[in-house]
């Protein structure tokens, strides 16, 4: 048998560990169960906290990583035969090159002179010229875009 004086002992434990969830939780409640039920919404309601937050914090990291990883800028002026060609990240952009190449095929120019950076960042200035064999002329703002899609599309293979 459990002696009377080890009785008072637990329920005397029990008491404090009460008031302590009380004041935990704020809970102004004075019967037990009204201080464990105060307590059990009080961690609900903690639950739902921790899940917003961390709805928040995907939703910044989402934000941020779009924010962190906008498209290399491009210019792109014209000479007096061909264009010059000025792209450039701050991110390293594998790949990339690549991609811009592809395009400049596709508009049937001739890369006459270019210097490129893929280490840290990436930067890419090319002097391209027209395949006179083609015949058409083509202007430095279609050159553009077409860097620019080059770019977009690079940037989807990659996501």
Known sequence: MVSREHKKAAAAALHQKLQLLRSITNSHAHNKTSIVIDASKYIEDLKRKV????????????????DQNPLPMVSVETLEKGYLINVYSDKSCPGLLVSILEAFEELSLNVLQARVSCTDSFQLEAIGGENEDDGEIVDAQVVRQAVVQAIKRWSKSMN
Do not use: P
């Open 51 to 66: 899940e917003k937050l961390n709805q928040d914090i995907e939703a910044s990291a989402q934000t941020s990583s779009h």
